[in-house]
Each structure stands twice: as C-alpha cells, then as structure tokens.
C-alpha cells in the first residue's frame, strides 16, 4: 500500500514539473509585465477621462496615481528600479 501512495505522489510530482517545464501554465515574466503597465495606462485614463476639460484636476489626479504605482512598483518583484522608473516616466506622458 506504500508503494502505491509513493508511486502516485511520484508521477503526479512528474507531471506537475513536466507541465511547469513545458510552459504552457507559466506566464513569461515579459508578459506579466506588459499586464502591469497595460492595466496602469488604462486605469490612469479612465481616471482622467472625466476631467477633459479641468487640466488642474488631472494634474492633481495624475500626481496621486504616479505616486501610488510608485509605491506598487517599488514592492513589486518583476520589475527592478529602472523599469519602476521607466515605467512611471510613461505614464507621466500620458
């Protein structure tokens, strides 16, 4: 009966690491990052679509947001602190 128990543990271990290995589960740290920062430019507009008309109001709402994905990237592990600098340079264009 242990030798069933080890013999399954064994081949669900392999094909766990077979399909890691494969890469058809894991998401390239490349395409996680392009997520991040896709996600960021999104959301940095639809909170500054409002305020067409007001460029105070986006200055202030732009600051806030670079300030809080400043603080996300800083904690964030895909990226080190010259993509985080890159990152919030491109946004500070939008």
Do not use: W
């Amino acid at each position: 009966m242990e030798v069933i128990v080890f013999l399954l543990t064994v081949l669900t271990a392999g094909a766990l690491f077979y399909r890691r290995k494969d890469g058809s589960s894991i998401r390239s740290t490349a395409l996680k990052k392009e997520d991040i920062v896709h996600n960021y430019e999104k959301e940095l507009k639809e909170l500054m679509a409002p305020y067409e008309n007001d460029k105070k109001m986006q200055i202030k709402i732009k600051k806030e947001y670079l300030q809080k994905c400043n603080s996300e990237l800083s904690r964030n592990v895909f990226f080190d602190e010259d993509e985080a600098k890159e990152v919030l340079e491109q946004l500070s264009q939008l």
